[in-house]
């Protein structure tokens, strides 16, 4: 090996993903094998900025692979958007003799790097790490397999419940701006009705459905709701439903930041693990700035911009499937 990467430094920004800590695992054991130093960064661009950084080693990343959250915590960081915050995080480089960092996060965490690689020179790589899948350049993100996991195993211990009781479920998941947990969700909980950001499915379509059910007698059933759905929250939907459909009775549960917890599944264990090794043998090959992903099982290279700019787009397919199986 031939490059001036001597010392790496990592953190995670933005909101926790199950999966990250396998990633900074990866990071650090290829770093390891590279004889590369890796420091870890405590509290994502916050950390930066005050020197928080860590020594890691093979040792300190030992049985982390199975733990959700991030061991080097994570926080999001007003001061890191103003030129003097990355002024200050960069004398934390300085003073570290850091040549390149690794960051793990979304769409803030890579504007972030963005920024401050353009402005100091230091090349960044960004891995995906958000439960939300919203990140362009890669089919999955580091969380997003494990949080639609446990949307669907918390669904079916409700459908049990909703049964007993013939009451309609609104299930509110997370998703502001994209659709992407609550579509797989609603697929793979058999959910009779999903709001997604992204489409016009709305109150009427919904209850055309719902009175077809009852003629059926069944009255209980499982909607699964993104939180930026543009028809209003769970509650809001249910008041609705109430209000048109009094034989309905409605309940609501907000899965919420359970998503974000819990022991990452094999499928996020295993991407974390291959974006982390790759980022350290991209670095050291002299490629920086690079937001890296799996696109149809093969690595993947996108420019920040791209990255942060671009829209990932749900899969029509999937969308057409969804309507027609919760029929």
């Known amino acids: 090996m031939d490059s001036n990467i001597k010392r790496i430094a990592v953190l995670t920004s933005g909101g926790d993903a199950p999966g990250m800590n396998a990633a900074i695992r990866a990071v650090v054991r290829t770093a390891s094998h590279l004889d590369l130093h890796v420091y870890g960064v405590m509290e994502g661009y916050k950390g930066l900025i005050e020197g928080n950084f860590k020594r890691l080693e093979n040792k300190d990343v030992a049985n982390t692979i199975l733990r959700g959250g991030t061991i080097l915590k ?63 350049g890669t089919d999955f993100t580091i969380g997003f397999d494990t949080s639609i996991n446990t949307a669907v195993e918390a669904i079916d211990k409700i459908r049990d419940t909703a049964s007993s009781h013939n009451r309609l479920f609104f299930v509110e998941v997370m998703g502001r701006h994209a659709g992407f947990i609550a579509l797989e969700t609603g697929i793979a909980s058999g959910a009779a009705g999903t709001f997604l950001p992204e489409t016009d499915w709305g109150i009427d379509e919904l209850l055309s459905m719902l009175k077809k059910a009852a003629i059926r007698k069944k009255l209980f059933n499982i909607v699964v709701v993104a939180e930026g759905n543009k028809n209003g929250d769970a509650h809001t939907l249910a008041a609705l439903v109430h209000d048109k459909l009094k034989n309905y009775e409605t309940r609501v549960t907000t899965i919420g930041h359970l998503q974000r917890g819990g022991s990452p599944s094999a499928a996020d264990r295993v991407l974390a693990s291959r974006l982390g090794y790759e980022a350290v043998n991209a670095l050291v090959n002299g490629i920086e700035n690079k937001a890296l992903g799996i696109v149809h099982g093969k690595l993947h290279r996108v420019n920040f911009d791209d990255a942060i700019f671009k829209r990932k787009e749900l899969d029509q397919g999937m969308v057409d499937m969804l309507s027609v199986l919760a029929m």
């Open 74 to 136: 994570t926080a999001r960081c007003e001061e890191f958007r103003t030129k003097e915050g990355r002024k200050r995080a960069y004398d934390s480089i300085v003073a570290y003799d850091i040549d390149a960092v690794i960051v793990i996060g979304g769409n803030g965490t890579y504007t972030g790097a963005k920024f401050f690689s353009k402005e100091y020179n230091i090349p960044f790589i960004g891995l995906p790490g958000t439960i939300d899948n919203d990140i362009f």
